[in-house]
């Protein structure tokens, strides 16, 4: 697809005039309209008039582009027009606007269009290209500049992309003793704006006399990712972006953040700045992790987990939120039916002639049935989006949709939380390899990639994957696994307890407390429910354990920590481990095993205890629907009190 495919003839106006900015939005999308391309005018226009309060649309030098996406737009289309009078039309430069070309885009479209959109966008920041524009005379002539420029530029990109695999910015840096400097580039739609300023980033670079690579975050996801070596090696970074950049990874780094419009009219003041070292140092938030989205150095299972935590991190709304709600449910059957009662199935339940069995419970009485109806359609997003994201995190968007399908199928079959995880890893890797097969293809049919050909093979392979491989394997593995956590009793049930709880405080929100955490979530899915009670308590004892040890051994800890030491007990009581961490990081050798153990003796008595949590997360907020919640209680104290009083023994006093 090239740029005249979606630029209609009839859509072209070369000789416009209009009275201010909204009559020529009027003109402009009465243009669209003309190509067949807009389903509702009225709709597109008032989308058009949405983007233009966010911000104009006009990006100076006498050019506006102006967009809108949504429902009422029928095809990816556009539109031009040229007004030797110009226009008012509040530009970033207040010059008149006399060039304009309206972007149309359908709600929910893929990438098909996004690529040439943005070519565009960059090939508008070349002066002679707008003056020849400017100075066509019939539409066919306008026509043909936009097409010559555009085989201009494919040529020019290819170049640069070839150029770009033998690149090392970092020994370049080095070896040529010049600054480099780092940007991202983000406007809200990531149609235009965005890869204007990176155009307008890299042409000022080069003029300047320094290196540059730009980042872009645009509607067909991130190119052109930084990566650790390099920011590392940066002089600066410059973050130009209307929409929420990954930030943490530029933790330490002089940096400068502006607004996407700034990236496009002060390119060279800002690469100027990091040149001149004028940047501030940016710090991120206490706790965040300095991490690029590229591909991290950090070996395989640091990059393993990374994507799993992508998946688990998205799912995890869904869980909480679908999980207590269906908590809540059988909270309300709890207090209206007897279920001791109740038969033990449909069978038996007909036998007798009554209405309801034990399988019905939760969807008994009207109101209880509402809140395991909505518990339950969120609930059942969680496998889906879990390896949805997953894929996401290896393949970016293109391995969204490829995932999802995989763990769909993973929830409606016999795999369930292993077949997802396996689905989110091998849809990744499967849509990477998707790209290296089609990138032998020709560039004109780049923009087909996204929305038809990454989709259709990977969304099939995946399918055959599942249904034939992954289904019959990991069902029968799955199967046994749920089995076998049902059947433990006694010291087994009582040993895995340990085992989750104490695993919940040894790295306190990290891996192994993670790890856990997952474990219980698709436990619930599964339908044991012990096995979240024992996970959730263990995160709850360490920082209970240290609050109540600030309050009997202030010898033991600082002033500070005996301050903000009671504190824990609401994040302990809220199920947030992480509030353990400060204290944890002060005195590792001391802290961690006294909370280990004090975790692992709670997990341990909630799986003696037979106590059931069909909640996700909640903390003490979720203890009216605990299965023998009187004894969950005496469990976390007892907890708390062994690891207060084991800090109490093994810390050493604090001399002030």
């Known amino acids: 697809m ?10 072209v106006c070369l000789n416009g005039s209009a009275k201010d900015k909204a009559d020529v939005l009027n ?13 509702d005018r009225d709709i597109y226009l008032k989308a058009v008039f949405a983007r233009e309060e966010e911000g104009t649309t006009g990006v100076g030098d006498g050019i506006a582009i102006p967009h809108g996406r949504c429902s009422g737009v029928s095809k990816p289309g556009l539109a031009a027009m040229v007004l030797p009078a110009g226009v008012e039309y509040e530009a970033l430069d207040d010059e008149p606007v006399n060039l304009i070309f309206l972007i149309a885009a359908p709600e929910g479209a893929g990438s098909v269009h996004i690529d040439i959109l943005s070519k565009l966008s960059t090939m508008l ?18 026509l043909k500049i936009i097409d010559d420029a555009e085989t201009e530029k494919d040529a020019a990109d290819a170049a640069k992309e070839e150029a770009a695999k033998t690149t090392n910015l970092a020994a370049d840096k080095a070896s040529a003793k010049q600054v480099l400097v780092l940007a991202v580039t983000a406007c809200p739609t990531g149609i235009a704006h965005t890869y204007m300023a990176a155009e307008s980033l890299e042409k000022a670079a080069k003029k300047m006399g320094c290196l540059v690579k730009v980042e872009t975050r645009g509607s067909g996801g991130a190119k052109n990712v930084l990566t650790d070596e390099e920011i590392e090696a940066a002089d600066g970074i410059i973050v130009a972006a209307d929409t929420n950049v990954p930030m943490d990874r530029f933790d330490g780094k002089k940096l400068i953040e502006c607004q996407v419009s700034d990236g496009i009219n002060k390119a060279e003041q800002l690469i100027g700045s990091i040149m001149n070292g004028d940047a501030p140092v940016y710090k991120a938030a206490a706790g965040a992790k300095k991490s690029s989205s590229a591909p991290s150095k950090g070996g395989a299972g640091h990059t393993i987990y990374k994507h799993l935590m992508n998946g688990v991190s998205h799912m995890l709304p869904f869980v909480v939120g679908g999980g207590i709600l269906i908590a809540i449910a059988f909270l309300i059957d709890g207090f209206c039916v007897d279920l001791a009662s109740l038969p033990a199935n449909a069978d038996e339940a007909a036998k007798i002639g009554a209405e309801f069995s034990k399988a019905d419970f939760g969807t008994i009485n009207p109101v209880a049935a509402m809140f395991k109806g909505i518990g339950g359609t969120a609930f059942s997003f969680m496998l889906p989006i879990l390896a949805g994201f997953i894929a996401m995190s290896i393949a970016d968007r293109p391995g969204l949709a490829v ?19 396996a689905a989110g890893f091998i849809a990744g890797y499967l849509v990477n390899l998707l790209k290296k097969v089609f990138d032998k293809l020709p560039a004109s049919l780049d923009g087909i990639k996204p929305v038809l050909l990454y989709p259709v093979f990977g969304v099939l392979l995946m399918g055959l994957g599942m249904n034939f491989i992954i289904e019959p394997v990991v069902g029968i593995l799955n199967t046994a696994l749920n089995n076998g956590l049902g059947s433990l009793t006694g010291a087994n049930a009582i040993l895995l307890g340990m085992i989750l709880g104490g695993m919940m405080s040894i790295d306190m929100g990290g891996p192994f407390n993670k790890a856990a955490y997952v474990f219980g979530t698709a436990s619930i899915a599964a339908g044991n429910y012990n096995i979240m009670a024992a996970v959730m308590i263990g995160g709850m004892v360490p920082p209970c354990a240290i609050a109540l040890a600030t309050l009997l051994f202030k010898n033991k800890f600082t002033e ?7 504190t824990n007990f609401i994040m302990g009581l809220s199920f947030i481990t992480e509030g353990a961490i400060p204290f944890a990081a002060s005195d590792p050798l001391h802290v961690l095993p006294s909370c280990i153990i004090g975790s692992a003796l709670a997990g341990g008595l909630s799986m003696a205890f037979g106590c059931t949590l069909m909640a996700p997360h909640g903390g003490i907020f979720v203890f009216p629907v605990v299965g023998n919640a009187l004894m969950y209680v005496i469990a976390l104290v007892a907890g708390t009190i062994v690891g207060a009083f084991l800090l109490g023994t093994l810390k050493k006093p604090v001399e002030e």
């Open 2 to 11: 090239r740029i005249t495919d979606l630029l209609a003839a009839e859509s």
């Open 27 to 39: 003109q402009m999308v009465d243009l669209m309209a003309a190509s067949g391309k807009v389903s």
């Open 125 to 142: 920041m070349d002066d002679d290209f707008t003056a020849s524009l400017r100075k066509a005379k019939t539409v066919d002539e306008f």
């Open 403 to 421: 995932g999802f399908v995989g763990g769909s199928i993973a929830a409606g079959g016999t795999s369930g939380f292993l077949g997802a995880l």
């Open 560 to 566: 500070q920590e005996r301050k903000s030491g009671p």
